[in-house]
């Protein structure tokens, strides 16, 4: 018997169509004092896509993909998904589970790794999300949320198995010299020291180069905004691209860490962008795809769910305060 009613998956979101793209981005800078220029360039990199952004989708299979593996384990929760960013947004999802009778919500953040921008941030809109119930008149719902996963076997053996694939997609003569370069979102260097983010990173990295048995990899990072003059993590994916082959680096393999599904930032930042400096310095290279509904990362998120279930089988989670301001 579990003390919980649903699980929700909690992640970014995506347009899905051109007329989605300025409203979306709209959302995700929400507050924030971007120049128009650079939404401009950010809104262009959606549009060649047709602005679709395969997160959504991706994630609905991770649901699709979860909630038949919790029926299995005797644990038959159905499985809702919510995003920050975009339909289906958070604050919908939530009032659609509180008009479903459910209570007591099992939270899956879609992020490995922790930091503010990536677990803390969802879970503040989660908090939102729970006000915007109680302000529809709605039943509250309780939230908690499964523990650490960036070191999970399944998490790890997902993204070995898209590692060792992309690495035979080189030329035969590349591939022994190849080598793994892991990327994850840049944040900046202050949100990076009061978090875990960097370390969890390479600690994930370490274990993926482990089971593929690789020895020679590199962490690096991508997508960074912000102002110039602000430090970011670094070394951005394309300039150490450039650095490396200029010390004589023959082939590389992409592996975005840092993501758990294939969306704009992986397509274009990687896919574009990183494989044009890669075509222009001469570079082999081929990208891993993130773990996406690849059946060892579902089979992971089952185990994380049903143990949070085990782990409060006999107990009651003690509520989310957010600290007063």
Known sequence: MTRFDAVLLISFGGPQGMADIRPFLANVLRGRNVPASRIDDVAHHYELFGGVSPITELTRKQAAGLQPRLAAAGTPLPVYVGMRNWHPFLGDTLKEMSRAGVRRVLGFVMAAQSSYSSCQQYKENVQDARQAVRDAG?????????????????????????????????????????????????????????????????????????????????????????????????????D??????????????????????????????????????????????????????????????????????????????????????
């Not at 680096?249 to 860490?257: D, G, M, N, Q, R």
């Not at 773990?291 to 994380?304: C, E, I, Q, T, V």
């Open 138 to 238: 709605l039943a509250d719902l309780e939230v908690t949320y499964v523990q650490g996963w960036h070191t999970h076997e399944g998490f790890i053996s997902a993204n070995g198995a898209h590692v060792r694939e992309a690495i035979a997609k080189l030329p035969p003569q590349l591939q022994a010299r190849a080598r793994v370069v892991f990327t994850a979102h840049s944040i900046p260097t202050r949100m990076a020291d009061q978090s875990k983010y960097r370390e969890q990173l390479l600690e994930s990295a370490r274990e993926v180069a482990r089971l593929s048995d690789v020895s020679d990899w590199a962490l690096v990072y991508q997508s960074r905004s912000g102002r110039p003059q602000d430090p970011w993590l670094e070394p951005d994916v394309c």
């Open 240 to 325: 150490y691209l450039r650095a490396s082959r200029a010390e004589g680096l023959e082939a590389a393999v992409l592996c975005p860490i840092g993501f758990v599904c294939d969306h704009i930032e992986v397509l274009y930042d990687l896919d574009r962008e990183a494989a044009d400096v890669a075509r222009d310095i001469g570079l082999g290279l081929t990208r891993a795809d993130a773990a996406n509904d690849d059946p060892r990362f579902l089979d992971m998120m089952a185990d994380m769910v049903l143990s949070t279930v085990r782990r409060y089988s006999t107990g009651r989670p003690l509520p989310i305060i957010r600290p007063q301001t």
